[in-house]
């Protein structure tokens, strides 16, 4: 392995630093240890690469309640799903960004947005009594019972939803940021 330019056959040193200092093109090959982060970096040929755990800034999401050491909360996130990026609805956005809603629809549908229907109706008629204004619409008399319908009613046109909240059960966390 080249350390700074010389082929390392034997020990390889690691410097320290209080902090990761501006990559330089001298850094290539370097090996660095930087305390303000608890991380090791290696100088590749274009910018300083954590070589274990998570670099500066990078945001995970864990199932505790308190954030681990070396890493803060990220303020600003709660009451919010985990998703995936990408399709065509409400998660085609730029990953870090925010998509979708809580909103739940609630609406009464009027009776033209409800499909187009009707109702029977029975009733007992008394044995012996004759109702002649009402026959033509109680019909099927059997048992001293008849039956008749409603009138059509409903249109069956298009409606929208108002909304309310809706929470699902969920497993809650935290989404924190590597100092």
Do not use: C
């Not at 048992?143 to 969920?170: F, I, Q």
């Amino acid at each position: 392995m080249e350390f700074h330019g010389i082929d390392s056959q034997g020990e390889i040193f690691i410097q320290r630093a209080a902090s990761l200092p501006a990559w330089a093109a001298s850094d290539q090959g370097r090996l660095l240890y930087a305390q303000d982060t608890a991380s090791l970096y290696y100088g590749t040929n274009t910018q300083w690469m954590p070589l274990a755990g998570f670099g500066s800034g990078t945001r995970i999401w864990f199932h505790q309640n308190t954030a681990p050491t070396g890493w803060s909360i990220v303020a600003g996130l709660g009451d919010r799903l985990l998703a995936v990026k990408g399709g065509t609805q409400a998660y085609n956005v730029a990953g870090g960004s925010y998509g979708g809603t809580w909103a739940r629809p609630s609406h009464t549908l009027t009776e033209s947005q409800m499909p187009s229907h009707r109702h029977r109706q029975y009733r007992q008629l008394a044995e012996g009594i004759e109702e002649p204004a009402l026959h033509h619409v109680w019909h099927g008399v059997a048992d001293g019972w008849a039956v008749r319908y409603t009138e059509y009613t409903g249109g069956g046109t298009s409606h929208t939803h108002g909304s309310n909240t809706l929470r699902y059960t969920a497993n809650v966390g935290i989404v924190a940021q590597k100092d």
